[in-house]
């Protein structure tokens, strides 16, 4: 939630004055012709209006009414591993906070070190996303629009987000994992070739898609600034008028 | 995040344009004597003024500079079932709604009901409570006062959520089985008793105290109302300015 500081409203005055007392003066000296009491009304309008303007700003801050909330979303990003999720995530949220909004970026690399007894089954994941759902849904109806990135390969706990959100938006990265492994760079395709990962959406267990998801990129022949142009471009269409 | 409504910089343009437009009609009375041009320079500056100050509402709102975040707190209310934490909690936000400050409150008995595969073991218990402290930081980040009423008995858990938070204010609800009993509506200890729930701090494990709690409330000496309003005494002195 937001207030006003007390140097806003001290600038808010001046910048009226300016405007106003010009106009003030300038109306005085074309009806009276006299541009010394043109000037007198100015220079003592300029003060008894500074007050009067610096208290009425005070005064609407503490008044809610016609302070709307801006629509919050929850933009929920699925796909393989290194289907580009996190980077696409963060190329939004620079975006969306150029037009001054607000946005929380919800991020498995960020989430998952908090919580390391979290594994990789299927019931441990679907857990996990529909935990971070939840967070994801809280910060959405106190009006913070959330991006999240997680492979989150399970329809059941996406299923399960979307009913918790307002205004849930999945958007799925899909791809392959043979384009998915020019995009990693930290060697997670490696580890999955020598066993160390297991259950991994696209090689080993199935990405599951849903028939419903607001958005699907095909990122086997789009580059990540093509498909952060279309998101942002949905979103202003849809969500953010 | 809040931006202003139309409406709202209407209403402001018209109880602004009153105090103003009286003030230039009684300057320009007494420096030209002459009523007729006060009440003509008066309203062309209704009309003129009306506008510009509606145009320069709108652009202030697209600024944000000096737009202040409301100091946000994480209120992390603990004590054994039926100590009062819930009814305590509601009685808070309740009283800080009124001061128009958006709270969230996070409650045991909403959230549990979300993820029903979360058990009563210290390991489950633990994990849960850092989920939600989680959760409860990133509102607290994001500028949202939050109470969060959970029985949260193992002090690592507590600690892990202090560590998080920005502004960690924990209240302990410090009673005796015997009175809480009393306050047991849903015959909670009846199950206690009939051996249906095991695990339960200050029946058969400890309820874990911190030695750096912000409040400790005797709630064996105090009932719930008293309890708010030291808690909303303390928020006032400390965290709300």
Same mark, same amino acid.
């Given at each position: 939630m937001y207030r006003d500081s007390n140097k806003r409203t001290l600038l808010k005055t001046v910048t009226w004055r300016i405007t106003a007392t010009a106009t003030t003066t300038i109306l005085v000296f074309v009806f009276t012709g006299a541009i010394?009491?043109?000037?007198?009304?100015?220079?003592?309008?300029?003060?008894?209006?500074?007050?009067? *303007? *610096?208290?009425?700003? #005070?005064g609407w801050d503490k008044v809610k009414w016609g302070k709307e909330e801006v629509p919050a979303f929850v933009l929920w990003i699925t796909g393989i591993p290194c289907s580009g999720k996190?980077?696409?995530?963060?190329m939004i949220r620079e975006e969306l906070a150029k037009d001054k909004l607000r946005v929380q970026?919800?991020?498995?690399?960020?989430? #998952?070190?908090?919580?390391?007894?979290?594994?990789?089954?299927?019931?441990?994941?679907?857990?996990h996303i529909k935990r971070v759902g939840h967070l994801a849904s809280m910060l959405e109806k106190n009006g913070i629009i959330t991006i999240a990135s997680f492979v989150s390969p399970y329809r059941d706990s996406r299923l399960f987000v979307r009913n918790l959100c307002r205004n849930y938006i999945e958007v799925h990265l899909n791809t392959t994992v043979e384009v998915a492994r020019k995009y990693d760079r930290n060697g997670? *395709?490696?580890?999955v070739d020598e066993g160390i990962y297991k259950n991994v959406p696209g090689v080993d267990v199935e990405y599951e898609t849903c028939d419903n998801t607001e958005y699907t990129l095909d990122m086997t022949r789009k580059n990540l600034?093509?498909?952060?142009r279309e998101i942002i471009q949905f979103l202003k269409n849809k969500y953010l008028k």
């Open positions: 010394d009491t043109a000037i007198q009304v100015g220079l003592l309008e300029l003060l008894a209006k500074m007050l009067f *303007y *610096y208290l009425h700003e #005070r996190t980077t696409l995530a963060t970026h919800l991020d498995s690399h960020d989430v #998952r070190p908090l919580f390391p007894e979290t594994g990789f089954s299927k019931e441990e994941v679907d857990n997670f *395709y490696k580890k600034e093509e498909a952060k």
